[in-house]
């Protein structure tokens, strides 16, 4: 269809102007893709592009803005986003916290869980440290 639209507004453009460009075609369909009404683009082009006010003119502007596919209106994003954001706040304020049955089992078991990590950790460290030690001693041997 596209192809189709392009081709018959350079054949009215032809005929209308006596010339036609892909470039004019390109600028007369966004016009068109962006006008509120026929008689908005009619203006348009005869003040944009010095066609002159005839009835050809307003026929050609009532085809094409027929034609023309045009994007639905939807809310824009930011009024979306905004929506969204409502909602969930309305969600959340749904949610409570929780209370622990026993807090010391659960403290306990958090505190084992974490010890040997730490005391690994350690290892690891004073492991790396006495090879490094012992390198050094090595060195000063040898001199």
């Known amino acids: 269809m596209g192809s189709e639209l392009r081709m018959w ?3 009215r453009l032809m005929s209308l102007l006596g010339y036609s460009q892909s470039t004019v075609v390109s600028y007369v369909l966004n016009l068109a893709k962006k006008a509120s009404s026929a008689a908005n683009l009619t203006n348009q082009l005869v003040d944009d592009m010095g066609m002159s006010s005839s009835s050809e003119t307003r026929v050609f502007a009532q085809e094409i803005f027929e034609r023309v596919e045009r994007k639905t209106t939807g809310p824009n994003l930011y009024l979306q986003q905004e929506r969204e954001a409502a909602m969930l706040a309305r969600k959340q304020k749904t ?3 929780l209370e622990a049955d026993d807090e ?3 403290i306990v078991g958090v505190e084992s869980n974490s010890v040997p990590s730490q005391t690994r950790k350690e290892d690891t460290r004073t492991k790396k440290f006495r090879k490094r030690v012992e390198t050094q001693e090595d060195e000063d041997d040898e001199a």
């Open 95 to 97: 949610y409570s916290l």
């Open 104 to 106: 010391d089992e659960n």
């Open 9 to 11: 507004v350079s054949d």
